[in-house]
Structure formats: C-alpha cells, structure tokens
C-alpha cells in the first residue's frame, strides 16, 4: 500500500549505544536524564515514564506497575539495580510529589514527553544518529537484552509488556520475575 508507513527497524550498535548513554548522563537537568535512562533501561514508553506515579512503584519488591498499556492490559515492570537507584534518588529530589517526574508548570503535574525529546534530539545530533528516535530504545533493549545477555524471546515479550498469544498466553503463567530484573 503506496500510504503505509514503512516499518521502522533502526537501532544502536553497542558502541553507539554507549556513546549515547555517556551523552545522557551528561545532562544537567536531572528529570530529563533520568527520564531518558529509565526508557531506555527498562524499554520503557516515552509517555508512561514521564507520567509514572509513585503509588504504583515498590521498591522493596523491585517492581513498578503501569496500570493501563497502550494494549490495554496493566503490565509489571521488574527493576535492575540502577532502576532503583534512580527512583530512590528522584524520590530524595521530590519526596512529596505525586509523581516521579513532577512539574510545577505542566497542566498535568508532570513533566511533558517533549522534555525527554528536546535532549534526545540534542545528543542524537551531537553524535550523528540522525534515523535514531527515542521509541527505538525498546528495540535496543530488546535486541541488546536477547544478543548480550542471553533473554529468551518469551522474558522480552512480557519485559516490553506485549500481549502474549495462543496456547502459551492460556497455560502458562509464569511471570519470569527474575529474568526480568
């Protein structure tokens, strides 16, 4: 079909990867860098980070709860060990906010998905990636996950929040917490 969009498949070599995230923690407004590392540690959307509320994180059970996807359903995100670093140094920076990115100019409360994106852009430009958007960071952390550390097909699935389907969706339950972490 001549108005279909074509499929995006871009995403960072280790090296580029690596550059990138040197470039983010660079950044000096803390939000917009936490922001930024949380999509892309954990293959995170955009709008559900900068959105995320501290009611539905729990640190002691590493985990934070996203309870409406773009695919419906409630999805459990299990957290590595700098994930957690970053909410509990975001919760030293706000201890009384609703929320983990708040704004105190925003109409919602929290920062906008534009401020992920102005920085983004910035190191995207600096480091001459040009095709490399910040939604693209779920394909990273699933194709890195799977190639460098050895996550099977099935733990990415349920670490990315995807349905699951057929047979395996209907008999088995198994939520693969640890390989998630």
Avoid: C
């Amino acid at each position: 079909n001549y108005f279909k969009k074509p499929i995006r498949d871009y995403m960072l070599t280790l090296n580029q990867l690596g550059a990138y995230m040197n470039e983010v923690n660079k950044i000096s407004n803390p939000l917009a860098r936490y922001a930024i590392e949380l999509i892309a540690l954990n293959g995170a959307r955009k709008n559900e980070i900068v959105a995320l509320k501290w009611k539905y994180i729990d640190l002691d059970n590493r985990t934070y709860i996203l309870p409406k996807t773009k695919n419906g359903n409630r999805h459990t995100v299990y957290l590595a060990d700098r994930s957690i670093e970053i909410l509990r140094e975001l919760k030293r920076l706000h201890p009384h906010s609703e929320y983990v990115f708040p704004s105190d100019t925003s109409t919602t409360g929290h920062i906008g998905e534009n401020t992920p994106n102005y920085y983004h852009d910035a190191i995207r430009e600096k480091l001459t990636i040009a095709e490399f958007r910040i939604h693209d960071s779920r394909r990273n952390f699933s194709t890195h996950t799977q190639e460098e550390l050895g996550a099977d097909y099935r733990t990415m699935e349920l670490s990315l929040g995807h349905a699951l389907r057929g047979v395996e969706a209907h008999y088995n339950k198994s939520i693969q917490r640890d390989e998630r972490i």
